[in-house]
T-cell receptor, first 110, second 112 residues
Framework: EDQVTQSPEALRLQEGESSSLNCSYT??????LFWYRQDPGKGPEFLFT???AGEEKEKERLKATLTKKESFLHITAPKPEDSATYLC???????????FGAGTTVTVRA | AAGVIQSPRHLIKEKRETATLKCYPI?????VYWYQQGPGQDPQFLIS???????DKGSIPDRFSAQQFSDYHSELNMSSLELGDSALYFC???????????FGDGTRLSIL
């Protein structure tokens, strides 16, 4: 059974205060690890896909990295509009469904 | 850019009734996935279709069925609804099973 654990559950940041979110995973062969952003009442919005250890992807103030056991989402100098729940999901080699973590809810105060 | 369209956005039903949720994927996307997200929970995979054939099956109750049509839209049919079926139902689509899944804004189903 694929397992995805995200920490912390919630993160309150001051505008400009950089931080990192953690996603630990256990999967029988990783096809890909995905990061999504979800705003209240909306569907998850795709951010990044990472396929192999050592890979990094960047988009504006967000940077995702991947090791063999975990992934990090770094938020650099966050703004209030970065407030959202960030979901991590894995896709195993033996199927195509996404197994999600419980998410980290980030609140950025101006 | 065009996104995944789900209808209806909100649906209220009573116990033991039936419901049909519709999903229109992004144009040229041939793969559709259905997920259920309970209050305060992460999305749970239900079922997926690739090129109009069932691809993977998750924790979908026998009371639920789904299909993908010739125009690639998909419908999730739910019968004998129970209180525990109250949730957000998301549809996602992708250009093939190896590609990132893009989600719609969901259908909020409330069972009274």
């Amino acid at each position: 059974e694929d397992q995805v654990t995200q920490s912390p559950e919630a993160l309150r940041l001051q505008e400009g205060e950089s931080s990192s979110l953690n996603c630990s995973y256990t999967v029988s062969g990783l096809r890909g690890l995905f990061w999504y952003r979800q705003d209240p009442g909306k569907g998850p919005e795709f951010l990044f896909t990472l396929y192999s250890a050592g890979e990094e992807k960047e988009k504006e103030r967000l940077k995702a990295t991947l090791t063999k056991k975990e992934s990090f989402l770094h938020i650099t100098a966050p703004k209030p509009e970065d407030s959202a729940t960030y979901l991590c999901a894995v896709q195993a080699l033996n199927d195509y469904k996404l197994s999600f973590g419980a998410g980290t809810t980030v609140t950025v105060r101006a | 850019a065009a996104g995944v369209i789900q209808s209806p956005r909100h649906l209220i039903k009573e116990k033991r009734e039936t419901a049909t949720l519709k999903c229109y994927p992004i144009p040229r996307h041939d793969t559709v996935y259905w997920y259920q997200q309970g209050p305060g929970q992460d999305p749970q995979f239900l079922i997926s279709f690739y090129e109009k054939m069932q691809s993977d099956k998750g924790s979908i109750p026998d009371r639920f069925s789904a299909q993908q049509f010739s125009d690639y839209h998909s419908e999730l049919n739910m019968s004998s609804l129970e209180l525990g079926d109250s949730a957000l139902y998301f549809c996602a689509s992708s250009t093939g099973r190896n590609q990132p899944q893009h989600f719609g804004d969901g259908t909020r189903l409330s069972i009274l």
